[in-house]
DNA sequence: CGCCATAAATGAACGTTCGTCAAGTTTGAC
DNA sequence: GTCAAACTTGACGAACGTTCATTTATGGCG
């Protein structure tokens, strides 16, 4: 069962944590060409920089090894490097924490197929590339594969993060009239639960690997487009990632 | 993070428990029908049988209330009247305890489902009234809502428990021309997955209640009938449940 | 350079949990 | 009535995520 993430239970609602809030991804901005504004980020700033980086690093490991929940957070924050309590400066939760890692791990994969795709012509095939690749890296990769037992959070993540690409190209796809889709989020809502259950069923053994042809035909199924489009569409040559 | 079925943490894999094996649904047989083999199902039997009854009703009542996780194992032993320890003799795990509530609560309304729709003369319209109640259903019921947290195995359950009428009625609808569906088990694994991903959306907030007729829509797409006949068939009137 | 208010890091301690186990009780065949 | 087998019990162990009083580091200011 979910232990933390029920609102019934932790009593105290605190309002505190998370008040750190470095800005999670800027690379550029040296101290340098920074003359006259925010001074320049002090150590203070860099330190926390390190910190949150190195704990989801070691988070992803940890998770990764052991899995999210056997995963605990004394040996996250050892492999870290920070005190046991530190953790919870940068994450209000355990859960939070293992959201951050799921979510760099899905940005990654993203910019990887998006490396990809944008030398598609078919807008219905970028769709069709993303969410095959999405799927046969949940079943292969070790990483995806520990995680996939909190369905649902993985598919929100999957939502949020992927989604930005997913449903433009849903969008785009139906402008084009390759799809039939008036509402791109809910399908993309749909694909994203049915992708990860599948992929979760797959790594449990309950569907073979095999089936992950005829999956992807059933999620484009949801674009509109009927069967034999579908299979058509899911047949067609996929390019190999890079990286 | 779940907490107890990660086997890596359960350091020492007792074979034990759940030695009890009461059928766990078996009305009739009464004591005057046996007259020469079993003897008749003493008083131990009996004893188990309520014992199991009571503790599924008290798992389902105590969960409903407080959801899955803030429901304690004590709680749930103490309104049931039984030793706290004795759970485990019933019951390999909290966990399983949950899902033992699920099915019964899904068994039930599978029957409800099938009373209605065995007057229905279109193969394609049971289905769709089959799935169109669950989610209704799903994002109704105080006591489903309370468990939509953990879609995997709520997925899993629905597809075993509902899945005896769904994929049937796939099938029929198939052979009677109006579904294109060749892997009726695979197209039923990925709807529950969808389905309980879109309950728990709505149940959140992150998807409207109104999304549920597109929801269905797009569900019988999956049955490769195109967006325009999901959308007729989805339109079509609903009888109300009985009971 | 030295001081100090403030913010962050620390890790021991807390409270709660599930699951175990040795001891006690009930059962029903003989 | 006897007794072994089966079931029940509730105190207990171990482990976890989280908290909080304390310590430490920071950087503006005199």
Chains 1, 2 share one sequence.
């Not at 988070?59 to 004394?74: H, I, P, S, Y």
């Not at 509402?183 to 569907?207: C, D, F, M, P």
């Amino acid at each position: 069962m979910l232990k933390y993430p029920n609102p019934m239970k932790s009593r105290t609602l605190r309002a505190k944590a998370a008040k750190v809030e470095v800005a999670p991804e800027t690379e550029y901005d040296s101290p340098m060409t920074n003359p006259d504004q925010t001074p320049a980020e002090g150590r203070v700033a860099r330190r926390q920089r390190r910190n949150r980086e190195a704990l989801v690093a070691a988070a992803r490991d940890v998770m990764t090894e052991k899995g999210v929940e056997a995963a605990t957070m004394l040996e996250i924050a050892e492999r870290a490097d920070v005190g046991a309590g530190t953790v919870y400066n940068y994450f209000k939760s355990k859960d939070e924490l293992a959201i951050a890692v799921l979510e760099t791990l899905m940005h990654d994969l993203g910019l990887r197929i998006e490396a990809v795709t944008d030398t598609f012509d078919d807008p219905a095939q970028v769709y069709a590339y993303g969410i095959r690749t999405v799927l046969d890296t949940a079943i292969t990769d070790v990483r995806w594969a520990q995680m996939l037992s909190r369905s649902e959070v993985i598919a929100d993540a999957l939502f949020r993060v992927m989604g930005h690409f997913a449903i433009r190209d849903l969008r785009l796809a139906s402008q084009a009239g390759r799809f039939e889709v008036s509402n791109a989020e809910l399908v993309w809502r749909l694909t994203t639960h049915a992708l990860i259950g599948a992929g979760h069923a797959i790594t449990t053994g309950r569907l073979p690997a095999s089936a992950a042809d005829q999956i992807i035909v059933r999620l484009l199924c949801m674009t509109g487009i009927g069967a034999n489009a579908a299979v058509e569409l899911s047949a067609r040559p996929r390019p190999a990632l890079r990286g």
